[in-house]
């Protein structure tokens, strides 16, 4: 079992004092277990935690291989680009794309560092009408071009049926249900945490909330054997393995690509697949993807 640090423990290395702890965990999110009574915390899951809050990420010195026909993505998952990937070294032969399921925030972290050259997003803007461009501008020295990929429906993934009667978020606390969670720095998890939020909730109230897994088809398959009731996801998760869906909202999802390479070869190759008839095939294949948007390059402010 990973070290588990105590209360004053965790405010030593946040420096804090001991009350601040229990307004991180009620408001910030911070990732902790109540066992006998006590407030603990998995050491791992704070730093975690710690490294998903910052900003303005200190640039590394790793540089991306300089190999043609070589492109490596980074960010949120999606089951459209999974299947994208795929689609795109079939008709690319001899190239090789690498995908990275670290989160929004993680592929904008990864794109600082120059770990890949293209980011996947959908961090929403607080009044919700664009996306990405605030975030990019804390975390890039230089706003990116942004280019859509898709738009998409995210809601609650719940059993065939919906046993249990669940309407909305209201309901997870109200009925006692177990949770399956997104990673810290997933969108998902962060759109999750604000419809806890507006319905009151606390996340420390829900049982399952600090599980969490990597992505959208693994939050159906612990709804689908049994070990939780509801998590976060996009439809066509929900689709693909028969569960009911309750749709909260449509998301863009972006590509963030540096503009000093946009130029690249497998940059543009891969944006061109976007316009090819059997990328749009894959994408009526399956529920809650609309296209409308896709291949579009997007600039702040632009209405949806």
Known sequence: MEKLLSTK??????????????????EKGLPATKITGKWLFPAHLVEQWVESMTINYPT??????????????????DILLDRSLSLFMKLNSGDVVLFGAIGSLGGLKALRRGMC????????????????FSYAASELDALPAVVNFCRREQGLIVAAGNPHGIAGCG???????????RALGASTRIIFDQQLQEAGIKPARIKGYGNEVAHHLDIGLEILSGRADVG???????ALLGLDFLPLRWERFDLLIPKDSFFDKS?????ALLHEPAFH?????????DLSLSGR???????R
């Open 171 to 181: 309901d997870i606390a109200e009925k006692d249900l177990t949770v399956v969670n």
């Open 232 to 238: 976060p996801g996009i439809r066509p998760a929900a």
């Open 297 to 303: 390059m997007l600039f702040p402010g632009e209405s």
């Open 117 to 132: 050259h293209i980011a996947t997003s959908h961090l929403a803007e607080e009044n919700e009408n664009d996306y990405n």
């Open 9 to 26: 423990e965790v405010a030593q290395r946040l420096g804090v004092n001991e009350k601040m702890v229990y307004t991180l965990i009620t």
């Open 60 to 77: 590394g010195s790793a540089e991306l291989p300089h190999k043609s026909g070589l492109l490596m993505i980074a960010g949120s998952d």
């Open 267 to 271: 940059i543009q190759q891969f944006l």
């Open 281 to 289: 095939k894959l994408a009526a294949a399956l529920p809650g993807y």
